[in-house]
């Protein structure tokens, strides 16, 4: 079994930055690609950005393009986000998540982590 734990999460001033990690367990972590995905209260959960199995690849949502890098380290079965040039409208619980099939965006994720708290302020 796989287990994801977030941490980095906090509250920040628009226009600040903020780094997620994602730590997972497991022998099969590097052979998956892993995705960020955020959900706000009162609205639905929605892609952020996802990263190859092999860190050759990566995708953004539109709303992140040019701000927020995902990365990862194999080595130490960590995935990455950072977060620059914060808005107020990114303010969410930010979970990372195993990709199974599909999609990055709409497809299968087998694993989640218990979510972190990102909230910025205007």
């Known amino acids: 079994q796989v287990q994801l734990v977030e941490s980095g999460g906090g509250l920040v001033q628009a226009g600040g930055s903020l780094r997620l990690s994602c730590a997972a367990s497991?022998?099969?972590?590097?052979?998956?690609?892993v995705g960020w995905f955020r959900q706000a209260p009162g609205k639905e959960r929605e892609f952020v950005a996802a990263?190859?199995?092999?860190?050759?690849?990566?995708y953004y949502a539109d709303s992140v393009k040019g701000r927020f890098t995902i990365s990862r380290d194999n080595a130490k079965n960590t995935v990455y986000l950072q977060m620059n040039s914060l808005k107020p409208e990114d303010t969410a619980v930010y979970y990372c998540?195993?990709?199974?099939?599909?999609?990055?965006?709409?497809?299968?994720?087998?694993?989640w982590g218990q979510g972190t708290q990102v909230t910025v302020s205007s």
């Open positions: 497991g022998r099969t972590f590097s052979n998956y690609a």
């Open positions: 998540a195993r990709h199974y099939s599909g999609s990055y965006r709409w497809g299968s994720y087998d694993y």
């Open positions: 990263i190859s199995w092999s860190g050759g690849s990566t």
